[in-house]
């Protein structure tokens, strides 16, 4: 009996660890509102309520447990925010009106941009008052920000910065057609910062339902939908889940492959995002995610090959053409079979010039060229370690004059700066044990003897 009372004890005392990490937010006026608001439009759930975690912020825990194959949250047709919303309201006839016909992104940007100046007045402001201020996506970086991303992410953020000022000019005149609907300048209303969170808003939250190709909307895929309540879950990489819209029900529905216990935040998954991802297009990252990787540029993979070798620009020109210089990786279990199968045919001697097709095929190579690739693998981890570290130790320096808005920008990238390092010294292990002690190259530590 008395070990008896020593495990139910300790089971309330974990118990309560594990609440302590939560606080409710259920009761606090924006989210009362917004139950409110939701339950008017037929959407009657208990089992969810929205918390803030100490490791997620803001998500939804569970009331009570959800069975596997159990439903998470069932949110009817009228409380979704799709196209088909704005096109019936105010704003509906100035679409269709207008031509060239605007996208499905565009116009629910416009509408949030709307709803959100209309204030208490809006029809949707209960939802519109619980979105972020602001998002923490590579759109919203300053240049020295930007700057301590890893070359691949930060290439595909420029990018993205880019889109998003190329679709925010081409929108100005459909912008201004809207006047009549406002008393004050359209150009003073959707403002490049507004349109940001908008766009922020829709490409961060929404979720994926097809809809019928419009007659009024260009003909991009008009996938979105958002959420209101349901888009407070957070993405954890582990979970397994159902989601979709269910025509029987004339809901959005989500149901979990494992279940969740009570008193548990209640996950989702976006997909097999690896950190960059999640990063560029949601603006967080999960820690210990299986599917994160580093990746290797083109320009990392020179600093560490050999100049001399007269056929470096026509291996790489091979290599590009059969499609073998992208998705180079090092993972939890070291370098990616690409990434070695690139430094074997980097590896290879000029008079070997006959083996590089089979070498891309999966050949392999002698064994004092396997042991450079494990070398220059080893080069390359260092390398991109280094760079890790000096990113770090500059963020560190910028965090020092930030207000709120940068420190949590900051905080992304950092998450994903040391995701990546710790990665990068599993894959160090990894390659150290591949190297026999008797090699050349364990000789002088990591030198290449060969450069």
Same mark, same amino acid.
């Given at each position: 009996?008395?070990?008896?009372?020593?495990?139910? !004890?300790?089971?309330?005392?974990?118990?309560?660890?594990?609440?302590?990490?939560?606080?409710?937010?259920?009761?606090?006026?924006?989210?009362?509102?917004?139950?409110?608001?939701?339950?008017?439009?037929?959407?009657?759930?208990?089992?969810?309520?929205?918390?803030?975690?100490?490791?997620?912020?803001?998500?939804?825990?569970?009331?009570?447990?959800?069975?596997?194959?159990? #439903?998470?949250?069932?949110?009817?047709?009228?409380?979704?925010?799709?196209?088909?919303?704005?096109?019936?309201?105010?704003?509906?006839?100035?679409? =269709?009106?207008?031509?060239?016909?605007?996208?499905?992104?565009?116009?629910?940007?416009?509408?949030?941009?709307?709803?959100?100046?209309?204030?208490?007045?809006?029809?949707?402001?209960?939802?519109?008052?619980?979105?972020?201020?602001?998002?923490?996506?590579?759109?919203?970086?300053?240049?020295?920000?930007?700057?301590?991303?890893?070359? %691949?992410?930060?290439?595909?953020?420029?990018?993205?910065?880019?889109?998003?000022?190329?679709?925010?000019?081409?929108?100005?005149?459909?912008?201004?057609?809207?006047?009549?609907?406002?008393?004050?300048?359209?150009?003073?209303?959707?403002?490049?910062?507004?349109?940001?969170?908008?766009?922020?808003?829709?490409?961060?939250?929404?979720?994926?339902?097809?809809?019928?190709?419009?007659?009024?909307?260009?003909?991009?895929?008009?996938?979105?939908?958002?959420?209101?309540?349901?888009?407070?879950?957070?993405?954890?990489?582990?979970?397994?889940?159902? !989601?979709?819209?269910?025509?029987?029900?004339?809901?959005?529905?989500?149901?979990?492959?494992?279940?969740?216990? =009570?008193?548990?935040?209640?996950?989702?998954?976006?997909?097999?995002?690896?950190?960059?991802?999640?990063?560029?297009?949601?603006?967080?990252?999960?820690?210990?995610?299986?599917?994160?990787?580093?990746?290797?540029?083109?320009?990392?993979?020179?600093?560490?090959?050999?100049?001399?070798?007269?056929?470096?620009?026509?291996?790489?020109?091979?290599?590009?053409?059969?499609?073998? #210089?992208?998705?180079?990786?090092?993972?939890?279990?070291?370098?990616?079979?690409?990434?070695?199968?690139?430094?074997?045919?980097?590896? #290879?001697?000029?008079?070997?010039?006959?083996?590089?097709?089979?070498?891309?095929?999966? !050949?392999?190579?002698?064994?004092?060229?396997?042991?450079?690739?494990?070398?220059?693998?080893?080069?390359?981890?260092?390398?991109?370690?280094?760079?890790?570290?000096?990113?770090?130790?500059?963020?560190?320096?910028?965090? %020092?004059?930030? %207000?709120?808005?940068?420190?949590?920008?900051?905080?992304?990238?950092?998450?994903?700066?040391?995701?990546?390092?710790?990665?990068?010294?599993?894959?160090?292990?990894?390659?150290?044990?591949?190297?026999?002690?008797?090699?050349?190259?364990?000789?002088?530590?990591?030198?290449?003897?060969?450069?």
């Amino acid at each position: 009996m008395k070990n008896s009372r020593g495990r139910r !004890a300790r089971k309330k005392r974990r118990r309560r660890r594990e609440e302590s990490l939560s606080v409710t937010l259920s009761h606090e006026a924006p989210f009362v509102d917004l139950r409110r608001w939701l339950t008017k439009k037929g959407f009657n759930s208990q089992s969810l309520i929205p918390a803030n975690f100490s490791d997620t912020g803001r998500g939804l825990m569970a009331t009570q447990p959800i069975k596997a194959e159990g #439903l998470v949250i069932s949110l009817p047709e009228r409380c979704l925010l799709t196209t088909s919303t704005v096109l019936k309201s105010y704003m509906g006839e100035y679409i =269709k009106r207008w031509q060239p016909p605007v996208s499905p992104l565009v116009t629910l940007c416009s509408f949030l941009i709307a709803e959100r100046h209309y204030g208490d007045t809006s029809e949707w402001s209960p939802y519109i008052k619980v979105l972020p201020k602001s998002y923490t996506c590579p759109v919203y970086f300053s240049d020295d920000i930007m700057d301590l991303l890893p070359r %691949d992410v930060q290439k595909k953020g420029v990018e993205q910065k880019e889109r998003f000022q190329e679709l925010y000019i081409s929108s100005q005149p459909f912008f201004l057609s809207l006047q009549p609907l406002f008393t004050q300048p359209v150009e003073n209303l959707f403002t490049q910062d507004a349109f940001r969170w908008a766009w922020c808003s829709v490409n961060t939250r929404t979720v994926y339902m097809e809809h019928a190709q419009s007659d009024f909307l260009s003909r991009e895929k008009d996938v979105f939908a958002l959420a209101p309540y349901l888009d407070l879950l957070n993405h954890c990489p582990a979970v397994q889940v159902e !989601a979709g819209f269910n025509k029987l029900t004339s809901c959005y529905e989500i149901r979990s492959i494992q279940g969740c216990k =009570k008193f548990q935040q209640a996950f989702i998954c976006y997909g097999p995002h690896d950190n960059q991802q999640l990063l560029l297009e949601y603006g967080f990252v999960a820690p210990g995610n299986l599917h994160s990787v580093v990746y290797v540029d083109l320009g990392a993979l020179k600093l560490c090959l050999n100049e001399g070798d007269k056929q470096l620009p026509q291996k790489l020109l091979f290599l590009k053409d059969n499609d073998f #210089l992208g998705n180079l990786t090092f993972g939890i279990d070291g370098p990616s079979w690409r990434l070695m199968t690139v430094l074997k045919l980097l590896s #290879l001697k000029p008079q070997q010039y006959s083996s590089w097709k089979s070498v891309l095929l999966g !050949a392999a190579v002698s064994q004092d060229r396997e042991e450079w690739c494990i070398h220059t693998a080893l080069m390359l981890c260092l390398q991109l370690s280094d760079d890790n570290t000096n990113a770090l130790e500059r963020m560190a320096l910028l965090k %020092d004059c930030a %207000d709120q808005a940068r420190l949590e920008q900051l905080s992304v990238v950092e998450d994903l700066r040391r995701e990546e390092r710790a990665i990068l010294e599993r894959s160090k292990d990894v390659l150290r044990n591949l190297l026999p002690q008797s090699s050349p190259w364990q000789q002088d530590g990591i030198r290449n003897t060969e450069h």
